[in-house]
């Protein structure tokens, strides 16, 4: 079983910048394919931002040009860098290791004035 921790939730106000962190345990972590999901209150959960295991990637269209997702695969972490953040961008951010459909425990973000 891989164990995914998240880092880096809080609050900040619109315009600031956030970076989360998800570290999974595991030898293969370079094989495996991440990926950073969200769901606000009532809403869905959607996908944020996936990375492959030789870095390619893929964002949802809501975060396209605001938020940039990248691996450390010597740490065994991958990252989710949140510029421009907007209010609309608050919900809880899951980690997923996308192979076996792992998921972390989330962690909150909240973007208010």
């Known amino acids: 079983q891989v164990q995914i921790v998240e880092s880096g939730g809080g609050l900040v106000q619109p315009g600031g910048s956030l970076r989360l962190s998800c570290t999974a345990s595991g030898s293969i972590f370079s094989m495996y394919t991440m990926s950073w999901h969200r769901q606000a209150p009532g809403k869905e959960r959607e996908l944020v931002a996936l990375i492959t295991g030789d870095s390619s990637t893929n964002y949802g269209d809501s975060v396209k040009g605001r938020f940039t997702i990248s691996r450390d695969n010597a740490k065994n972490t991958v990252y989710l860098q949140m510029n421009s953040l907007k209010p609309e961008d608050t919900a809880v951010y899951y980690c997923?290791?996308?192979?076996?459909?792992?998921w972390g425990q989330g962690t909150q973000v909240t973007v208010s004035s």
């Open positions: 997923r290791v996308v192979n076996w459909n792992y």
